[in-house]
């Protein structure tokens, strides 16, 4: 008996830092924390009731709409507020708010995903689209002024339809799945034009509260690789679904020069790093699995196709199930 208790305890050195018991089952990016699964999903959730409630984002009773879009900031972002609000009760009445910017293959099918996670979460869905709003779709945009620009007309037109949205379904706060990544790039992105005022403003958890509705960020000081870690590793207990095909037309966007630039700094690929691609790519299970066999043989980990070297030992935000 005894020897069978000790063959099958965990070693200290792949022991959860944080509950001593399970086995670790990845290294956070942003601790640099061996944990398990289920000490991984509390503190990401716990780190996040902590951020609204430090700054106070809402109040009980506010009705509180989320960007949805499908993809997986947003989805995880509506599924993380609903169960905080429930556990924690906040008192918030939340809703999505989807904006169909008319991208034929692009945002129909994501859509899609945003309609079952109405369904899934209980979260009643608004859809607001550009054809509605504006008379012209993007795809008619495009078509008309070419790829050249097309993200600028976008992004002014999607804040709009934002603004738009949310004041017909009467909400008092907005929130956004912006993450700790997203708020690097706009920051480099304003420095690079020289656009002071929006500099100032850009960090800030809360903007608009000049206006009717603010914005708030509940994942400003979440990286962009625990979101992607969450919903995949999540998949062991509860599927979120989320849609994860870029837009076609994004791959002009200057926002991608200061993405790459970022990553380029960080100098060194991670497997969260190749998972992002893969669920960029419709590879979900790239990047997953040992890199070392049982035997601690080392085994190959896939190239992508952008020239990604092959990794020889684990990095920050590995997993390892």
């Given amino acids: 008996m005894e020897e069978s208790e000790a063959t099958t305890k965990i070693p200290r050195s792949r022991q959860c830092c944080i509950c001593k018991d399970r086995r670790a089952a990845l290294k956070r990016p942003k601790t640099l924390e061996q944990i398990c699964r289920e000490c991984f999903y509390a503190a990401f959730e716990e780190e996040i009731h902590k951020v609204i409630v430090d700054n106070q984002l809402f109040k009980p009773g506010e009705r509180v709409a989320v960007g949805a879009s499908g993809g997986k900031d947003s989805t995880v972002l509506a599924y993380v507020m609903s169960e905080l609000n429930r556990r924690h009760q906040y008192g918030l009445e ?95 992105l304003n420095i690079l034009r020289g656009d002071i005022a929006r500099l100032g403003r850009c960090t800030s958890i809360t903007t608009g509260e000049d206006g009717k509705i603010p914005r708030c960020k509940p994942f400003k000081y979440t990286y962009e690789k625990e979101i992607v870690i969450y919903p995949y590793t999540y998949a062991y207990f509860k599927k979120l679904d989320y849609f994860s095909t870029e837009c076609i037309y994004s791959p002009n966007a200057y926002r991608g020069f200061a993405r790459e630039f970022i990553k380029d700094l960080e ?9 992002l691609e893969g669920l960029n790519r419709g590879l979900p299970k790239l990047g997953i699995g040992r890199t070392r066999g049982r035997n601690g043989q080392q085994r190959d980990v896939p190239q992508t196709n952008g020239g990604m070297k092959n990794m020889e030992s684990k990095q920050r935000g590995t997993l390892d199930f």
């Fill in 267 to 275: 100098r060194k690929w991670c497997k969260a790093c190749v998972l």
């Fill in 94 to 188: 939340l809703f999505l708010l989807s904006v169909d910017e008319g991208i034929t293959g692009y945002r129909d099918d994501s859509l899609e995903t945003v309609k079952r996670n109405e369904i899934q979460y209980g979260l009643p869905l608004k859809i607001v689209s550009y054809k509605d709003l504006y008379g012209w779709s993007m795809d008619e945009i495009v078509k008309a002024i070419g790829l050249k620009n097309n993200c600028t007309f976008c992004g002014v037109f999607r804040r709009q339809a934002l603004d738009r949205g949310a004041a017909l379904l009467e909400v008092d706060k907005l929130v956004t799945g912006h993450n700790a990544d997203d708020i690097a790039e706009t920051v480099l």
